[in-house]
């Protein structure tokens, strides 16, 4: 089935043509969210989510990019709004502990693990993770798309609607920033 006929199907609400581009994207949606929460449990009810939402938004796809780059953009957004909704409800969370007499841990996140790191390479992989996680948000956005995605600057600049130069420019910013933090990790290191 082609992309316009998968679309068509989609629009008149088809159960095959939805099963079908589930079967086709599940790993990248959840590989991508999986990528930015660092979670498998939230990569899991984020991608449940963005599914939903093109199940119910799909005669809103304009078709001026390609179904999947508007599911990755789904994916990136929901991701980030997750993300920014956790760090909220840790801050109020935070701001509450100082007026309570409890003493409560604050919440520090674990080792991540993610499922395309070959097992020898996971404790590097779980520090590089933790330092991606530090990020600016579209630093980190970008870098995952195009380093565990392995999307093309093209395919970035779309999901993100900005610029090949942009892309590249928040690349080489993340990639300094990670080198920043990753030396200043091992020269901390006994």
């Known amino acids: 089935m082609t992309e316009q006929e998968l679309i068509a199907a989609l629009c008149n609400g088809e159960e095959p043509a939805f099963r079908e581009l589930v079967t086709r994207l599940q790993d990248k949606v959840f590989n991508t969210a999986l990528g930015l929460l660092q979670n498998s449990t939230d990569a899991e009810d984020i991608a449940q989510e963005v599914f939903i939402q093109v199940y ?15 599911i990755y953009r789904i994916t990136v957004t929901k991701s980030l709004d997750f993300l920014r909704s956790k760090k909220r409800k840790k801050r109020f969370g935070f701001v509450s502990n100082l007026f309570s007499d409890r003493n409560q841990p ?6 991540f ?3 395309g790191v070959q097992q020898e390479r996971k ?4 520090l590089l993770f933790k330092m991606v996680d530090q990020l600016p948000e579209n630093q980190r ?13 093209r395919e ?3 999901i993100l ?11 080489q910013r993340a ?7 990753l030396s200043g990790q091992i020269n901390n290191s006994p």
């Open 113 to 115: 693990n993610h499922p």
């Open 156 to 158: 970035i600049a779309d």
């Open 123 to 126: 404790e590097d992989a779980s």
């Open 141 to 153: 956005t970008a870098f995952i798309l195009n380093k565990v995605e392995e999307l093309t600057y």
């Open 175 to 181: 990639k300094q920033n990670l080198r920043k933090k």
């Open 161 to 171: 609607k900005t610029s090949e130069s942009a892309v590249d420019s928040l690349l």
């Open 106 to 111: 604050i919440y520090e996140p674990g080792d």
């Open 56 to 70: 119910r938004s799909i005669k809103q796809f304009k078709g001026d990019s390609l179904l999947s780059t508007w």
